[in-house]
């Protein structure tokens, strides 16, 4: 990727790492600093260990920011909580391909997002193979590439998976196909600009953005300070 198409990448704030005290205002401080969309990171205890937040808070961010709003559903049974997260005011619901099970089972789940009127993501775990969502593409409207094990806020990206993104994004040209890949987990300022350089169009920042050091806008304005170098 070029320097211009760093400076494009957008910036997804996860509120995991968030006050949850005050989060109306967590988010309104993140949307003064330029947050793009908002990346909502709902946890069942099943498919990762911790539990989260469900349509509630999803409807308290909705209720709080004009930005678009994702829901990335670590959960083991996704299709269950589209129609809760849709009406919570989720716009892209992204599941995961190993809770989907089967490329199948995941066009069946993009198709049912797309029923309630939201765009359909899909999430891949740093030991799922990227090839893996080659045949489903054209169903989708967004990849996730996890830098992580998913569960947990604050953890540190292995930069070695931004090889997922480089092989989507070349993939994506050849199809002919367009849609955001999205990064999430460990992206801070020192990684950014890696990853948009990958390819990743969306860079979702949860402790980079809500920590003890910076405040939202400050750490917003870090990040796009290092895309835009
Ligand atoms: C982890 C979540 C991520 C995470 C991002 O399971 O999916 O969205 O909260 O937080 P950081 O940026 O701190 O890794
Ligand atoms: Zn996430």
Redesign the pocket.
């Known amino acids: 990727m070029s320097d211009a198409d760093a400076r494009l990448a957008q910036i997804a704030p996860?509120i995991?790492?968030a006050d949850f005290g005050r989060l109306a205002q967590q988010v309104r401080d993140a949307d003064e600093g330029g947050a793009d969309l908002w990346?909502l990171?709902v946890?069942d205890g099943h498919f990762?260990p911790p539990l989260s937040f469900g349509r509630e808070v999803i409807a308290a961010v909705r209720a709080t920011t004009p930005r678009f709003i994702e829901a990335?559903l670590?959960v083991a049974r996704p299709g269950e909580q589209f129609v809760d997260m849709a009406h919570a005011g989720a716009q892209r619901l992204v599941f995961h391909y190993e809770a989907a099970g089967s490329a199948k089972a995941a066009r069946d789940l993009a198709r049912q997002a797309h029923d309630l009127g939201c765009e359909a993501g899909i999430a891949v775990n740093p030991e799922t193979p990227i090839e893996a969502l080659y045949p489903l593409l054209d169903a989708l409207d967004q990849v996730v590439v996890?830098l992580?094990r998913?569960?947990?806020?604050?953890?540190q990206?292995n930069l070695d998976l931004l090889d997922k993104v480089r092989a989507l994004h070349a993939r994506l040209d050849a199809a002919g196909l367009a849609m955001p890949i999205e990064v999430?987990?460990?992206?801070?300022a020192h990684n950014a600009r890696t990853c948009a350089e990958a390819g990743a169009t969306i860079l979702?920042?949860?402790?980079?953005v809500f920590n003890v050091e910076q405040t939202p806008q400050q750490a917003l304005a870090a990040l796009r300070e290092v895309l835009a170098r």
């Open positions: 996860s995991l790492t990346h990171d946890m990762v990335h670590m996890m992580i998913p569960g947990w806020g604050g953890q990206a999430d987990g460990g992206v801070k979702v920042a949860g402790s980079a």
